[in-house]
Every structure is written in structure tokens, then in C-alpha cells.
């Protein structure tokens, strides 16, 4: 019997065990490292390597590794035996201080956007002391940052951490201000909801398309989808439950928060949500969470797909990023209050915010750009690429009252009436949610909606993060010169309302009237794909404020924009590739098995019987051969194209065509085999369909 609170965080080197194996010197000397970011002392390191060694071999470990977070996506580890040889040839266990602190990977074979040279192998990984150790597979897990021999950061946790400072810095000024000397830190926690696909294994080991690039690139519509709406939160099937058990337990030992699970919109589509917690380690939690869910999923002979548009026409997978702001005296500080209108401070990091996300609209939809998410946005199952912010009639009321000077009315709560005597009375929220926008408060956070669920959610929370300290770098500046701040606040905040209102909109972001207003009226931004988008990282404004606040150099960010097209370049033609590959090796043979058994079936008919109808037949014939003849001419076209694209003169130029003419050709592809799909045989056609694959899961 799996006792949670006995098991929960059994394999993590957290607080309690530190408290236990630690000196009461040590442990305080490393506690004022995580807290306050104070040097570590070397002799620290030493104590505290030791213990953790010590510790690890009691659960059964073998091996240590730094692990990090590459510019890949995914986490990397290089793992080393704790082993040391001995005098006699036996071996001892050795682990020092300096191997906890520093670890030194091949930073040549990790992408560096230029960065790095090839023959320039050297890199260095650094512990990260405010995100615990841990064991997974036997093996001592210490998350760290990863840079160049240069010092740059080639990974998704250093400027993370730089931009959680710079927040803490910008909100310790205005908290000051307001006359709160007592708080030391001021830290983003954030709860990202994890979407995600289970199919079974034997059918995706059969198709390709899944197996190089994670979605289906082939797939006619089945008779059913997500229509009926019966999937969202319905009863969860045994094998899925039998999947969630193992998976929640797995996750508990590693002392990750799993709370919630549900089945999602589409049919085979679930939802794993966990508690919030600092941003960091929810990054580092929800990296190791995906890994998790993928490694459970194959022991119930299941395969998890995490890409953000597995299948067309149903729903895709997005990470809901609900982020907050909080003080180390546990204060959150963008909760309301009773009396919003009167919650200066409450308003004034509301304003931040939205000035943040109305400044830089385009460093958030940066942040979230994929070719996987690329397929999901705008869609009605995720927000548009318009960014927008929602905030619920009542204090959308409180800012237009500020901004026009007049009195606000706060309307009396609502008490939600059910007509059921026996069931309870409650209050009614204030603010509705709102699924359609891409920013949306909800009571005492902001929900970024906008996130691909194989995203790492370090991109936005990076760039959220230094959005926000800007906004409260420059709302800082100017009060701590104010005569007058009570005054000075005031204005400031009413000018804010004014100058960033066009970002807030509470309607439908699906209406394409809304999406015609943003754009043509309020000027906002629709940048519909990554090859849009990305090159704007290199704006002026944006590398003026990511580099004052420390959070990149401008070389690091030159390498990101790189590396990120180079990413959406090879996605695109990976998945093109995949699919000449599948039309002529399995597509075009199938049709024309099919159809050589349906010209012998004519001529059986006509042989028995001279006139004998073979309307079905022959019409079946001809229109399959038109396809694959079809099929056949745009593979080839396609082909030239991937060719062609081989001239582009640089990789801004290469995501540009990619956009506008492999991704159409690639859709003119499908069409065709989707059609043929549902003509064709079921016993003919070479892989499982979307009716197998959706629905296979019992």
C-alpha cells in the first residue's frame, strides 16, 4: 500500500533531510545561500556533498549527474559512478564539494546559435542550490545551470534565475515605497496544467509520423470526435486510471505537487495540474514531469504524446502558466483585497502587469513560439496569437473609474441561487474565466494560456518576469523622486489605464470581429507563426530591456533567435521528409493493392455475368488512381521544394519560405491521402487510423 505522506518527497535531498544530516552550522550556512543568494563556502560544499552522497547511496544509488535544461528542450544528464579506486584494488564512494558545485559537459554538442565552434568543446554546469537533489533511476540528480567556457548562458534556467532576481529587486523598491520594510524577497511562483495524449503503444509503433515527429501527419476525420463533449471530465477509464496511479506515485516520491487529473476535450486527452511553487522549481518539476509521464506511460503499454496538435480536427495539448507574485512573508500580491478600489498596492502591480504584457506583447508570443504550437493557436481549443488581457467586469469597473475620476459602486456579491433547497448557497466569483484569452486574471494570478504542452514553461516565465520588472523599474523610478506620493501614485496609475487599455479585453477571442478590432483598431500584434514572430526578439526595445535587467547579453539572445528558427526550420522539414517517406513507401503501395483487387473483382463480375453492374468498382478505381496520380506529382513537387529550400541565405529567410510554401504544399499533400484514406479499404490502409488511435485506449 503506497502511503503518500510517508513516500512524498522520499527520493528528493529537501529541507527535512538536510535538517537531519547536516550540521546545525552547515545547514544554516546553506539555508542563507538559498534564501538570501550568499556565497558557499567550499568547506560548505564538502559537508554538504558528502551527506548528500551518503544519502543517495542509502536509496539505492550508484551514480550522480548535473542535470540541466539545453537549448534542445529537453533535460540533459551525463552520469558518473560515485566509485573511486582503493590502495588494495577495491573501490571507496567519493563525492567532494567541487564535484557538487561544477560539472563540465561538451558544450560543443548542445545547440549555441553561434556561441560556440565546434572544436570549442569546453562548458561548465553550476548547482542551482535552490532547486533540491534528487534520484531518479538510481542516480543522484543535481539541478544546475549550464553555460559556455565563455560564460554565456546556453540553457533555459540561468536567465530563468536572472530574471526572478530582477523582479525580486524592482518589487522590493515599490514595496519599500509603501512603507513594507520587513519583506526580504519577492518570488513568481507559478502552476502549470499539463495537457496531454495517451494512445497505444502497438498502434503508434506503427506509424512514423509519430514515432520522428510526434503527430500525425496523415489522418481523415473518424465518424466521431469530440463532439458530444461526453470526454471532458468523464469517467476515466481503468488502464487510464491504472496510468494516473502510477504516474501521481511516481511523481509524489520526487516531491512534485500532482493534484488534479481529469480526462480533457478530446477523446484519449487528459489533464495533470500540480500545486504552484517557485518558478524555478516548477520549471524544474514540470521538465521531470513530462519525462515522467512518458517513461509510466510505456510500463501500462501506452505512449504519451505531448505535441501540441497530435491529431487535426480535435483538440490540441496546451500548459496553462498560472503565475503570482508573493512575498517571503507570504503575501501575495496580486490578490485584491475586499476593497480592490481602495488596494493601492494591489493596483499598482496590477498596472505593472498589464503595462508589461501591453509593452511587450511580442516577447510573450515569442516565448511560446513552436512549429508544434504554431498549429494550436488561434484554434477553438486554444487562444488566439493576439495577446490580450482579461479581467473580469468588476475590476475592469474599478479602472475605468480611476481613469475617468469618478466614484465606483461596487455592486453587492451575487449569491448563486440553485433552486435546491438541500444544496449550499455561495458567493458568486467577481470574475468569470475567460478560456479564450491568452492572459486572464483569476482571482490572485494570471493565467498565460498561450503555452504549447511540450513548451518549457522557463521561456515564458523569463520573459513575464522581465516584462513585469521593467514596468516596476520605471514606476519605482519615478516615485521614489515624487513630492507628493500618494499623488504621484495616482497619476501613475490612471496613466497606465489610459495609455495600456487597448491590451484588456474581456469578450469572445475566438470572434474573428475581435481579432479585426485588435489589430486594425488597437494596433495590437498577430504574429501567427514562429517565422513571424521570432526575428522580433532582436527589436531594439526588446534587447534594451532584457540586457539592462541582466536577464540576456545581447549575444545570448542573437543565439536564442538562431537556434529557435533552426528549430522550427528542421521541425517543418523533418515532418516533410516523414511524409514522402510514408506516400511512397506505404501510402501509394497500399491504393494500389487495393485497387489491383478491385480490377480483379470487376473482371470476376464481368467474366460471370456480361452484364453485371461494376459501378462501385470502377468508380472506386478511377478516383483512387486520380488520387495517387495526385499523390504522386505533389510528393515530387514537395520534394523539389525541400530542394529549393537549400538557397535560402540565411535562417530568417529559410523559416520564411518554409512558412509560405513547404508548410502549403505539405497541406495540399495531406488532403489528398485523407481523402484516399476513406476510400480505401481499413484491411488495405498500412497504419492505424484516427478511429484506432483515439479511441484504442479501453
Not at 543522484?140 to 529587486?169: H, V, W
Request: net charge negative; with cysteine.
Amino acid at each position: 500500500m503506497f502511503d503518500v505522506k510517508e513516500e512524498f518527497g522520499s527520493l528528493v535531498f529537501d529541507d527535512r533531510v538536510m535538517k537531519a544530516v547536516l550540521s546545525a552550522k552547515v545547514y544554516q550556512s546553506l539555508k542563507k545561500t538559498i534564501d538570501e543568494g550568499a556565497g558557499l563556502d567550499l568547506s560548505v560544499a564538502n559537508a554538504v556533498a558528502e551527506a548528500m552522497k551518503e544519502w543517495a547511496i542509502s536509496k539505492g544509488a550508484t551514480h550522480y549527474t548535473h542535470w540541466f535544461q539545453p537549448l534542445t528542450g529537453i533535460t540533459a544528464e551525463k552520469h558518473d559512478g560515485f566509485i573511486s579506486p582503493a590502495p588494495d584494488g577495491r573501490v571507496i564512494m567519493e563525492f567532494s564539494g567541487k564535484e557538487l558545485i561544477k560539472g563540465e559537459p561538451d558544450a560543443s554538442s548542445f545547440p549555441s546559435g553561434g556561441l560556440r565552434a565546434t572544436f570549442e568543446a569546453r562548458g561548465y554546469t553550476a548547482w542551482d542550490p535552490t532547486s533540491y537533489a534528487f534520484i531518479k533511476d538510481k542516480t543522484l540528480c543535481i539541478p544546475t545551470a549550464f553555460c559556455s567556457y565563455g560564460g554565456q548562458a546556453l540553457d533555459k534556467k540561468t536567465p530563468l534565475l536572472r530574471s526572478m532576481e530582477a523582479l525580486n529587486r524592482q518589487a522590493l523598491r515599490i514595496l519599500r515605497l509603501f512603507g513594507n520594510d520587513t519583506v526580504k524577497c519577492v518570488r513568481t511562483s507559478v502552476g502549470p496544467e499539463q495537457e496531454y495524449f495517451l494512445i497505444d503503444r502497438q498502434s503508434y509503433e506503427q506509424r512514423k509520423d509519430l514515432i520522428y515527429t510526434g503527430r500525425t501527419l496523415f489522418g481523415a476525420k473518424p465518424p466521431k470526435g469530440q463532439e458530444m463533449d461526453d470526454h471532458y471530465f468523464g469517467v476515466i477509464k481503468p488502464r487510464v486510471a491504472a496510468y494516473m496511479q502510477d504516474l501521481n506515485e511516481e511523481l509524489w516520491k520526487l516531491g512534485i505537487f500532482a493534484k488534479t487529473q481529469h480526462n480533457e476535450v478530446a477523446p484519449a486527452q487528459h489533464e495533470l495540474a500540480p500545486i504552484y511553487t517557485t518558478t524555478n522549481i516548477a520549471t524544474d518539476h514540470n521538465q521531470l514531469t513530462m519525462e515522467i509521464m512518458q517513461k509510466v506511460a510505456l510500463k501500462h503499454n501506452l505512449v504519451c504524446l505531448l505535441h501540441e496538435k497530435p491529431f487535426a480536427g480535435v483538440n490540441g495539448s496546451g500548459k496553462h502558466n498560472n503565475w503570482s507574485l508573493s512575498t517571503d512573508t507570504g503575501v501575495n500580491l496580486l490578490t485584491p483585497g475586499e476593497t480592490p478600489y481602495e488596494n493601492a498596492q494591489f493596483l499598482t502591480f496590477l498596472c505593472a502587469v498589464i503595462k508589461a504584457v501591453d509593452d511587450y506583447q511580442d516577447l510573450l508570443r515569442i516565448s511560446v513560439a513552436t512549429a508544434g504550437n504554431d498549429h494550436r493557436l488561434g484554434a477553438n481549443e486554444a487562444p488566439p496569437a493576439v495577446v490580450s488581457v482579461f479581467l473580469g467586469d468588476e475590476l475592469n469597473a474599478v479602472l475605468e473609474a480611476i481613469e475617468n475620476d469618478t466614484p465606483y459602486n461596487a455592486a453587492e456579491k451575487t449569491q448563486m441561487k440553485l433552486g435546491v433547497d438541500v444544496l449550499p448557497k455561495f458567493i458568486r466569483d467577481t470574475t468569470d474565466r475567460n478560456r479564450t484569452s491568452p492572459f486572464a486574471f483569476t482571482g490572485n494570478k494570471f493565467e498565460f494560456r498561450m503555452l504549447g504542452s511540450s513548451n518549457s514553461i522557463a521561456c515564458a516565465n523569463m520573459m513575464l518576469n522581465a516584462a513585469v520588472a521593467e514596468s516596476l523599474r520605471q514606476y519605482a523610478d519615478k516615485l521614489e523622486k515624487a513630492k507628493d506620493f500618494k499623488a504621484e501614485l495616482h497619476a501613475m496609475i490612471r496613466k497606465t489605464i489610459k495609455d495600456h487599455k487597448r491590451i484588456i479585453f474581456n469578450g469572445n477571442g475566438y470572434d474573428e470581429s475581435w481579432i479585426k478590432e485588435a489589430t486594425e483598431k488597437r494596433g495590437l500584434l498577430n504574429y501567427k507563426t514562429t517565422a513571424d514572430c521570432m526575428p522580433h526578439l532582436l527589436d531594439k526595445k526588446n534587447v534594451d530591456m532584457l540586457t539592462s535587467h541582466k536577464v540576456f547579453t545581447k549575444e545570448e539572445l542573437e543565439s536564442r533567435c538562431e537556434i529557435m528558427l533552426e528549430n522550427y526550420c528542421k521541425t517543418i522539414v523533418i515532418e516533410a521528409n516523414t511524409m514522402a517517406d510514408m506516400l511512397r513507401k506505404q501510402i501509394l503501395p497500399a491504393i494500389e493493392k487495393y485497387v489491383g483487387k478491385l480490377a480483379e473483382t470487376v473482371k470476376d463480375k464481368k467474366s460471370a455475368v456480361a452484364a453485371a453492374s461494376c459501378g462501385y468498382e470502377s468508380k472506386a478505381i478511377v478516383k483512387l488512381s486520380a488520387l495517387a496520380d495526385g499523390m504522386y506529382e505533389k510528393t515530387e513537387d514537395l520534394e523539389k521544394t525541400l530542394i529549393e529550400l537549400k538557397s535560402a541565405t540565411d535562417i530568417v529567410a529559410e523559416s520564411a519560405f518554409i512558412r509560405d510554401k513547404v508548410l502549403e504544399k505539405m497541406s495540399a499533400l495531406r488532403i489528398l491521402a485523407d481523402e484516399a484514406e476513406t476510400l480505401c479499404a481499413s484491411e488495405y490502409w498500412p497504419f492505424p487510423t484516427y478511429g484506432d488511435l483515439l479511441f484504442g485506449v479501453r
